[in-house]
Every structure is written in C-alpha cells, then in structure tokens.
C-alpha cells in the first residue's frame, strides 16, 4: 500500500492511496493519514488506484476525515472504482463524504 | 491410505469437481494476511472476473474478522478454516467459513443494528459496517449453528 500527497492551488491537499486497502494496507496507511488528516483543511482522497476497500479501509478513511471535519475542513473522495464505490455507498459514506469523479469538480467541491 | 474409503464414505456428501484444499487460520488479525494469496490461486484455477474476487475478498475478509473480533472476542490461537467447493451442476463457487466459537449468526436482524442513517461524519458507525457488506456483496449466504462452533456457507456465482 502506497500513500503520497500533494500540494493543489486553493490550499488543498490531495492524498493519493495506491493498493489494496485490507486490513494490512489499512494498517500501513493509518499513521500517515492521521498525520495529513492533522494539518489539512481541504483534503482530496485519491481513491483511483485503491484495488480493494474492505472495512478496515473504510476505518482509515473516515477518521482521518472526521477530523478534518470536526476542525471546520473538508473532505471529497476522487475516482474510486466500480467497486469501491461499490462499497462506500453501502456502507453510507457517500452522502457524508462526497464522491468525485471529476478533478476539478472535486477541488471546487472543496472551496 | 486404505481408510480413506471408509472415511469418504462417513463424510457429509458434497460433489465437487476438485479436490478441498482447506485454509486453516488463527484468531489473531495478522492472519488475514494469508487469505489474499488464496484467492488469488482460486482466481487463476476457476477464472474468476474481477469483480468477484473483489467480492470474496471482502466477504471472506468480514467474515473472518467477525469471528476474530466478536466469535473469540480477540482470543488469540483458535481455529478458522475456509474451504471451498463448486458443488456439481452449479456454476457457484461457495466458501465455507467455520469456527469454534459461541454462537453468532451474522444473518440475524439483530446482527446489523438497524441505525438511522447518519447525517454527520461523527455519526457514521466505524464499526458494524462488516455484516452490512458482507449481506450486499455475497451471492448467497447461510448460516448454521454446529455442536461446537459455527458455519457461515458463502457462495458466488461464477459466469458460464
């Protein structure tokens, strides 16, 4: 499980995740996330390149952006697959953390 | 080897076209590591799109969790073993999940709470999302209480 951020114009940051968010991948992005979910205020989650989201990855996802949102942030999720799109909606996520496939659309989302 | 007939003959009787190559896991979530590379040599052996595999892995991953979780209640070194069969005449690939923990149906009401849905982030239940996934994302589902543990069949249909 890979995890790298980036800078975006209007003070977002987009955090790409890269793998398979099982239990193990869930386990090695965690520290990391909590650290980007600690300074941001626009977070981006790059979903494209999640081949898997299972419950643990669901986990790593909403705490760090509970955080972001409970410090007056907020978090879009971007391009997750059929599936984990799949997933998310079962799990509601999805009308609490919006879903983009679009990336302006989700930056702006973020303004 | 020559009890193997005798043996045979007192199993329960499940036509498979393949021999069951079983998964044997420990109660601890580090285990979890192991049913990845299982189901990739299923996929290969039976072809299956990605789609389902998707599918299985999430389904065996909650189910398997579950039993860590809440069947031991994170007790490490008891046994969970995951066999599959492709019972003759079905294009269904069912898994079985078997443990010997007390009993817990995951396919009771009473397993998922029925919460309102969460209007906020801090409201979203981080947890119990497990059984809610797996009911979606299996193709069939049972589940039966056995003398001593419990046994969850869980079955994906496979295209022709």
Known sequence: MQISTEELAGDVTKVALDGRMDIQGAAAVDLKMNIIAGSSKKLLIDLEKVSFLGSMGLRSIVLPARAVNSRGGKVVLYAPTEMVESVLKTAGIDSLLPIHHDLATAIAALQ | ?160
């Open chain 2, 1 to 160: 080897m020559s009890s193997c007939g005798s043996l045979a003959a007192t199993m329960p009787q499940v036509n498979t076209i393949k021999p069951q190559p079983r998964l044997t896991l420990q109660s601890q979530l580090d285990e979890l590591a192991r049913l990845w590379p299982w189901i990739e040599a299923l996929t290969a052996e039976y072809a299956i799109p990605a789609g389902t595999q998707f599918a299985i892995q999430l389904c065996l991953e909650e189910a398997i969790s579950n039993i860590i979780r809440h069947g031991y209640r994170g007790q490490p070194d008891h046994p969970i073993t995951v066999d599959y069969a492709m019972p003759a005449g079905t294009d269904e690939l069912v898994f079985t999940v078997a443990d010997q923990a007390p009993a817990f149906d995951p396919l009771a009401p009473s397993a998922v709470k029925e919460t309102p849905a969460a209007t906020s982030i801090d409201q979203l239940q981080v947890g119990g999302q497990g059984i809610r996934l797996l009911r979606k994302f299996a193709g069939s589902l049972a589940y039966q209480r056995l003398p001593g543990g419990n046994r969850l069949t869980i079955g994906f249909a496979l295209p022709r």
